[in-house]
Structure formats: C-alpha cells, structure tokens
C-alpha cells in the first residue's frame, strides 16, 4: 500500500505518454527527420514546465512532503555529457524509444519493444561495470 500512489502516478504518466503519441516509433522519426513539430512541442513543453517547477522550488524554498529541504546540486559539464548525449541520441533515433516511454510502450502491446527494455538494462549495467574506467 505504501507505494500504490507511485503506482498510481506511474499509470497515469503512462497513459499521458501514450495518448500524446510521444511513445510512437512514427513521431519519433518525424522528429529527426525535421518533418514535424509534435514532438519538439512536447519537448519544450516539458523543459519549460521543469524549469518553472525548478525557479518555483529556489524562490519558494518549498519542502518535500516529509518536512525536508529540496536540495538541487550543480551539474558539472564533462566531455562524457556529449558522448552520453551522442550515444543516448543514436539509441533513441534506432529504436524509436527512451527510456521512459519503454514501459508504456511495453503496456500498451509492443511486445517486441521488450528487446529495447533489455538492452537499456544490459546497458545501465554495463555503465555500471565500466563507470570507473570511463572519462567523466
């Protein structure tokens, strides 16, 4: 019962993912091919809705539900950020998914998408494996 709320967001950020079109393979390649604006709206929408919750967060000095400061560290630009990016990129561009959307692809019945699911996994575990031997 104690994570059923976390569930609950998950299945409705699922279905706002899905009914948006974000997770179709089809608007994903309009996108890199420069032939649409759907998905770059919803980009934008998103970084804008996060900076605005980011500038409300320091303003405001808002707390977490549990009393606790909300504590925002400095990123630091490494040349890793660009091959990340890089690498992200061209998996995302292949497949026609990032990693969120995955599990609403998975749900809604692409089955065969469940390779991709695999392969991010098999992919954070070799990050993990190899993290400390790679320039950041």
């Not at 089809?26 to 890199?32: A, H, L």
């Not at 759907?38 to 998103?46: K, P």
């Not at 405001?60 to 660009?82: E, M, Q």
Request: hydrophobic fraction near 50%.
């Amino acid at each position: 019962m104690k994570n059923l709320k976390y569930l609950l967001m998950g299945a409705l950020f699922g279905i706002i993912l899905v009914k948006s079109e974000v997770i179709s393979w089809f608007r994903i390649q309009e996108m890199f091919r420069l032939e649409s604006f759907h998905m770059y709206g919803v980009i934008g929408s998103a970084v804008l809705t996060g900076a605005l919750g980011v500038l409300l967060i320091r303003k405001l000095h808002l707390r977490t539900l549990g009393g606790d400061p909300i504590v925002i560290p400095k990123k630091v630009f490494t040349k890793g950020n660009i091959f990340g990016g890089l690498i992200f990129g061209l998996g995302w561009a292949i497949t026609g998914a990032c990693p969120g959307p995955l599990f609403a692809q998975v749900g809604s019945g692409f089955t065969v998408v469940i390779i991709t699911l695999f392969s991010a996994i098999a992919g954070t575990w070799a990050y993990g494996w190899l993290k400390d031997k790679l320039p950041h």
